[in-house]
């Protein structure tokens, strides 16, 4: 099956992964918020097959939220948009896409020392959440 994704639809799984990695670097702005968001963008840009080719550029002009509360209330829907688009096309790029976005949240929280902080975690867990809400 060819999957055919839209300018739209390419932008929802920008906004979506590369948010859900702004996500954790303002969940982890107490430690380094910078590191976070270098680890995460590695991996994202690391990703293969269809997802891959649409997550090699951050989503331009997107206007994030000033707060986290506000950047979550764009991203959180839009991860879900995300995987519902690409079930509906194919699944296993859906499967592709979540993994993707899983290994940028681990990659952004894996920057502290030890353990993530409770926040870090929260925020993972709320990223997890959205992604199976499909």
């Known amino acids: 099956m060819s999957v055919t994704l839209t300018d739209q639809d390419k932008l929802t799984l920008r906004i979506a992964a590369w948010g859900a990695v702004s996500l954790m670097s303002?969940?982890?702005?107490?430690?380094?918020?910078?590191?976070?968001?270098?680890?995460?963008?590695?991996?994202?840009?690391?990703?293969?097959?269809?997802?891959?080719?649409?997550?090699?550029?951050?989503?331009?002009?997107?206007k994030y939220g000033k707060s986290t509360a506000a950047l979550a209330d764009q991203v959180l829907p839009a991860l879900t948009a995300a995987m519902s688009l690409l079930k509906q096309q194919e699944p296993a790029e859906a499967d592709n896409f979540r993994r993707t976005v899983i290994v940028a949240v681990e990659a952004s929280a894996r920057t502290h020392q030890g353990e993530p902080s409770p926040t870090m975690a929260e925020m993972a867990r709320k990223i997890t959440e959205a992604l199976d809400a499909a």
């Open 26 to 62: 303002a969940a982890g702005a107490a430690g380094s918020a910078h590191k976070a968001a270098t680890e995460g963008s590695i991996a994202l840009t690391s990703a293969t097959g269809l997802v891959g080719h649409v997550l090699t550029k951050a989503p331009k002009g997107v």
